[in-house]
């Protein structure tokens, strides 16, 4: 697992528990207890603190090794734990502690040292006084126990250690060369943290960069609208609030002016130039909202699923178009709700055939409802959330255009559907708490920015 999977797991499971104390528990416990199954009793062992979750971690563990000859090493100070858990943990576990003017001599008189300084919270190569306590541990000639990754990994500068207690999965790049012998321990994150998708799920939207120009935080293209104009403007507008940089909405002659006039930001083109414009200048495309069912439509929707070798969201019109044999060898998601899949695939809108028929033909579906469903026929996720107003015309729309937008940033395409999913409930959710249920798609949309500034 990377750290921004554990990063997830971790905020998921403080939106559903209020905090990640009990899971602090079981980690300081999962040290302990290997810390005390491998040495001596009595031995002296100095937990070196930092200031985050990983100080707490090490903290726990002290009031689980009675066994053993422990002090709490800080640091900084005790004042300066940064987070609820780590408070607590040091407040209810009340041990002696002792601060940097101590350091060298019990260091010295130690036996093993648990390096509780930084976990997955590090953000470059360790900065000062850090840097100088982490070079006095590595040189104590100590035995070294590091709490979930070795402080400072995975850049240079990071503790040495002998083990690693290392908390539901091996992280990217954890090596013996690196972090000594590992033990994985399983902190007791519940399956439904890792199979719902929440506000952590919201880590894996890139920030823009700096330097960044136009075009490379996503461009999309929409084919849609053909007969109805809404659904184009809803899902364009949705797409433009996940941040992408172009929005290209090809449409009919017919609703043309009013897709160009409703927002500036968009570029408005009709789908005849499709012919002349090179559409694998986007990275993702989204086929269907509002298109109406033409048979001529099909056509078009089946040239362009020929010529393009990107992302494509398949929603609403495409999906009674287009059959599943269309869209096989591509990389694709399909949106649809119950009556939609029914037809898309021929079959009853079930979790199980939801996962065959993705298995099937390679396409990620995203069944929509009170729940939805994600598969991608080997993995199943879910959303729940939202309220009764979702029923309101444009929320598939919406959810087609935000999970495009996140396509078109190149997240993995499973994880996206998540994300445009949680966006859309959290969206809904945010406008019952202001509007009761008298609120519109525009107000969910105008949301879709504060779902995600929330969090990224
Ligand atoms: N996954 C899970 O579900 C669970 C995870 N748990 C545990 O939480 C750990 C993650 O905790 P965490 O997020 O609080 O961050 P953590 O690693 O303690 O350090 C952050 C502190 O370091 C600082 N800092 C950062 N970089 C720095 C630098 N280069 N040089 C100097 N300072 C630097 C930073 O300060 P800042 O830069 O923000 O000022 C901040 O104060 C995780 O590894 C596991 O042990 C468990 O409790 C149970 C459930
Ligand atoms: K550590």
Known sequence: ?????????????SKTYGDTYNLMINAGRAVAKFVSSKFKQHSKVLIVCGTGNNAGDGIMASSFLNCMDVKIQFIKEPFDLKTYEARRAFNENNQKYFTIEDLDKNIQESEIIIDAIFGIGINGSPREPYSSV??????SGKIIVSVDVPSGFP???????????????????????????????DIGIPENVIKYSG????????KPLPDSHKGMNGRIALISGFTYSGSAIIAARAAYNTGVDLVRVYTSQNNYNIISSYSAGLIVRTFNDLDNDDINQNDAILIGPGLGLSPGYRDILINIIKKYNGIIIADADALKLLSPGHLEGKKCAVT???????????????????????????IITVLKGKVDIITDGDNIFYTSGGNARMT????GDMLAGLIAGMAAKHIN????????TYINKEAARICYD?????????DMINKIPYVINNKI
């Open 199 to 206: 506000p952590g799920d919201l880590l894996y939207l890139p």
């Open 434 to 442: 202001d509007l009761g249920y008298y609120y519109s798609i525009d």
């Open 155 to 185: 850049y240079p500068g990071s503790v040495k250690p002998d083990y690693t207690v290392t908390f539901t999965g091996i992280k990217d790049g954890m090596t013996s060369e690196t972090c000594g012998e590992i033990i994985v321990s």
């Open 336 to 362: 649809p709700h119950a009556g939609e899949f029914k037809m898309f695939y021929g079959v009853d809108a079930t979790e199980e055939n939801a996962v065959k028929m993705s298995k099937k033909y390679g």
């Open 134 to 139: 982490i070079s006095k541990i590595n040189s």
């Open 392 to 395: 309101m015309g444009g929320t």
């Open 413 to 420: 395409l499973i994880r996206a559907c998540m994300i445009g």
């Open 1 to 13: 697992m990377d750290y921004i999977e554990a990063k997830r797991d971790d905020l998921n499971y």
